[in-house]
């Protein structure tokens, strides 16, 4: 390599399973990185643009490789207050967007669980959120963005004048080129808050009737699910639903990060039993809330990002998160399936997410999201037994039609993924020659 990659050893994925030597560059400029790929290709070495690395498994890593973070391209080139348009380098994070947007009056089409993602990662990872059955995912908003490749240089992909670099880039897991620059779409908010309702849910059989009910009525829903129950119980939870208040200020989130944790749990704390206790006191503390009440966007959409370096709650050994999406006519007996094996393993996680995905297509040729119902949880890092029960999990979701999200995994076999995604190979011919991942060549080979 050359001097502007240095070398690194301790370079971990978010969920802390896979930890690799890389040569990282850290580049100051979009033309300094753009000058980057080039190197790469003449030297027969690959590299991986990396943002806040929030990816939970190998997707954003490339073991005695090169990486390329992004996270100096952090400025504004122009905001458009009037209109809602917002034209940024891509190592912006979602969390100063906001912070810049909101008491302005607008807000990101949809966001995922945390703030602490770039621009660049959003897209490629093509993210989505609590509102994907009416806004779709976060590639259903762009209207640009600049794209450097070490074989055509400097690019403005456009929906309309590049359209397969445009569609491969989105949710192509930065393996398409640099992306220096994005303009995105911003939408309009009369308050920084949200009007929650808050509902039990006496099981899986449930949640879709209430899923379907409320769809209707509100743009934001999503279910927290006990892993742990079992019987008429299974997938008893919490199901929340919220739209925008009409009123209430527009404060922004505080920039002051939350605690963080200080040390890795010990892994005695994460059993079956300390697993059943955390679920039943969350459920019961989360039903004595009023069931309707106005709450910030902060604690709405982002509550572990109130925890600094939450991903220690697991343990020195890791945690693999498990993310599924299976079509709607094969949801709800899949789903109760999936649900009674991880009861039954004792392997459940703290936090489990349940919510449909809607029909609004992703531009994207790799998007996760389709029309279906999604499930998304963790496990602490057990070993054998967890990676066969993740295996009994796949054979569900591959025979329902399903398929896993790129950005949570760190063992999928390539198998599995060609089945979810069949237009890998036609993202594989417009793949940056100087760019791979240690994902991309297990998914590929």
Not at 425 to 442: C, H, K, M
């Amino acid at each position: 390599m050359t001097s502007d990659f240095h070398p690194q050893t301790a370079k971990r994925s978010w969920g802390r399973v896979v930890e690799a030597h890389h040569d990282v560059a850290r580049p100051g400029s979009p033309e300094a990185a753009a000058a980057l790929l080039p190197v790469l290709q003449d030297r027969g070495e690959t590299g991986l643009p990396i943002g806040l690395g929030r990816s939970y498994g190998d997707s954003n890593l490339n073991p005695d490789g090169a990486l390329i973070e992004t996270a100096r391209l952090d400025h504004y080139i122009e905001f458009d207050p009037d209109a809602g348009v917002l034209r940024a380098e891509a190592g912006v994070s979602l969390d100063d967007i906001l912070r810049l947007i909101v008491p302005r009056g607008w807000f990101l089409p949809t966001t995922p669980g945390t703030r602490y993602v770039t621009l660049g990662g959003a897209i490629a990872n093509d993210v989505h959120g609590k509102n994907h059955h009416l806004a779709g995912s976060f590639g259903c908003h762009l209207r640009r963005f600049t794209l450097a490749r070490s074989d055509r240089g400097v690019l403005d992909i456009r929906p309309d004048s590049e359209p397969d670099l445009f569609a491969a880039t989105i949710g192509g897991l930065g393996l398409t080129g640099l992306i220096l620059d994005v303009e995105l779409q911003l939408v309009p908010i009369r308050s920084a808050c949200i009007d929650q309702h808050v509902e039990p849910l006496r099981n899986v059989d449930a949640f879709f009737d209430i899923a379907e009910a409320r769809a209707t009525d509100y743009e934001h829903t999503v279910a927290w699910i006990d892993c742990t129950a079992r019987g008429d119980r299974l997938g008893q939870g919490v199901f929340s639903s919220g739209n925008w208040a009409a009123s209430g200020g527009l404060e922004p989130h505080a920039a002051k990060a939350g605690p963080a944790l200080p040390v890795d749990a010990p892994g005695f704390a994460l059993n079956p039993l300390t697993l059943r206790a955390f679920n039943m006191v969350y459920r019961r503390v989360q039903l004595l809330k009023p069931q309707n009440s106005r709450v910030h966007y902060a604690g709405f959409f982002h509550p572990l990002d109130s925890i600094r370096d939450w991903n220690r709650l697991y343990g020195a050994r890791g945690f693999y998160q498990y993310q599924s999406v299976i079509p709607f006519d094969t949801a709800r007996e899949a789903t109760r399936e999936m649900l009674d094996r991880i009861a039954r393993s004792g392997q459940g996680s703290f936090l489990a997410v349940l919510k449909t995905l809607g029909d609004r297509p992703s531009p994207g040729l790799m998007s996760f999201p389709m029309p279906g119902v999604t499930l998304a949880l963790d496990f602490a890092n057990a070993g054998t037994k967890t990676l066969q029960l993740m295996a009994e999990l796949d054979a569900l979701v591959k025979s329902s039609g399903g398929r896993l999200y790129p950005a949570k995994d760190g063992r999928i076999s390539a198998d599995m993924f060609q089945q979810g995604y069949p237009e890998w190979e036609r993202v594989e011919t417009l793949r940056d020659p100087a760019l791979s991942s240690a994902f991309w060549r297990r998914v590929t080979s």
